[in-house]
């Protein structure tokens, strides 16, 4: 959190020099003001960065993972799957983006399509958006269909 509000004091400090100089032409050169103007999209990009790790991680610590078992149905096929807690946060996802492709489980494939249903308990979207931003999403388990060109 300190170092959010530390970039996002930088960005404003930033923008208000720049705009000194605009406002006040030939107060600086013309590099000093396009150094500013590339600088700021920088800074404010490294703002949200770090303002999205520390939500994420805020968000992270209310969740306790825990491996569940779900019931997959496909194209009117009933699968049962035991996942891990980051496989089914990788399913909550895929299934939330209609991702298609295939889900590889010690009994077999489970094939996911974009009208695949999930019934069982599956993390949050908030808690699945927080571990993709803190890179715990990995996904391992499932494998994408080949596109046909």
């Not at 999930?118 to 958006?129: R, Y």
Request: one cysteine or more; glycine letters at 4%.
């Amino acid at each position: 959190m300190l170092i959010t509000a530390f970039f996002l004091a930088l960005t404003l400090l930033t923008t208000l020099i720049l705009a000194l100089f605009l406002w006040r032409a030939g107060a600086a050169r013309g590099i000093t003001v396009w150094a500013l103007s590339a600088l700021l999209p920088l800074l404010a990009a490294l703002t949200a960065s770090f303002a999205a790790q520390a939500r994420a991680q805020r968000t992270l610590t209310t969740y306790v993972p825990a491996p569940v078992i779900v019931d997959i149905t496909t194209a009117n096929r009933k699968y049962r799957a035991a996942l891990t807690a980051l496989d089914a946060a990788c399913l909550e996802r895929n299934v939330r983006l209609d991702w298609e492709g295939r889900l590889n489980t010690p009994q077999g494939f489970i094939p996911i399509d974009k009208n695949s249903t999930v019934v069982g308990t599956l993390p949050s979207s908030e808690v699945v958006q927080a571990l993709s931003v803190t890179g715990q999403l990995q996904c391992k388990s499932f494998s994408a269909h080949a596109r046909k060109k």
